[in-house]
Structures are given as C-alpha cells and as structure tokens.
Nanobody, 120 residues
Framework: QVQLVESGGGLVQAGGSLRLSCAAS????????MGWFRQAPGKEREFVAR????????SYADSVKGRFTISRDNAKNMVYLQMNSLQPEDTAVYYC?????????????WGQGTQVTVSS
C-alpha cells in the first residue's frame, strides 16, 4: 500500500514556473514507477511524465517535453515535477501516481491532486 500526497500547486502567470512535489508513504517506494497526470475541466485525465524506479529513465507527453522535468529522491520517498514556461493550457489538477514495477504498468495508487492555474 502506498499513500501519495501532492503539494506545490497554485496560481502563476504565463511563462512562470512551479515545482510540484509528491510525498509517498508506505513500503518499497523504490519498487514503483512514478507518474504525473493532469485533468483539465471538461477533459479526460492525461499522462504528463513518468520516471522509472531508480530514476534511470523518464518520458514525457509531447505537450510538456522540454518544459517539464520529473525527478525522484528514493531516500526521501519524493517525486517532483518542475514546470517551466507554463502556459494557460497547462491549467489542470495534477495527480501523482504509482505503478508497481512487478505489475503490468498500470498505475494503482493515486494522490488527491493539486490545482495548477496559469493566467494569461
């Protein structure tokens, strides 16, 4: 069982930056692939970024590539999403999620989300 709590959301002007954090509690944090997802009003939840268990591999949605950076600190049970050059279309609730590396890649644990609002 893993509990995830996101923080760091807020209101920022276009072109600004935010850093989201996700604190994980529970066992064996290092055995999970961690991901960030987002859901804008009236839209489906979409993938943003993910990082493998030891941090050796990352991937990003095309819409955020070059602007967002995912990282993790397994010693602190933390995952981060550095978001630069934010645009109004990045406005959404951002969720942290965990997928067991021994599973089929499905994200089974989710946080409650943190709101990011980018004003134009």
């Amino acid at each position: 069982q893993v509990q995830l709590v996101e923080s760091g959301g807020g209101l920022v002007q276009a072109g600004g930056s935010l850093r989201l954090s996700c604190a994980a509690s529970g066992r064996a944090f290092g055995s999970y692939t961690m991901g960030w997802f987002r859901q804008a009003p009236g839209k489906e939840r979409e993938f943003v970024a993910r990082i493998r268990s030891s941090g050796e591999s990352t991937s990003y949605a095309d819409s955020v590539k070059g602007r967002f950076t995912i990282s993790r600190d397994n010693a602190k049970n933390m995952v981060y999403l550095q978001m630069n050059s934010l645009q109004p279309e990045d406005t959404a609730v951002y969720y942290c999620a965990a997928a067991p590396v021994s599973g089929n890649g499905r994200y089974v644990y989710w946080g409650q989300g943190t709101q990011v609002t980018v004003s134009s």
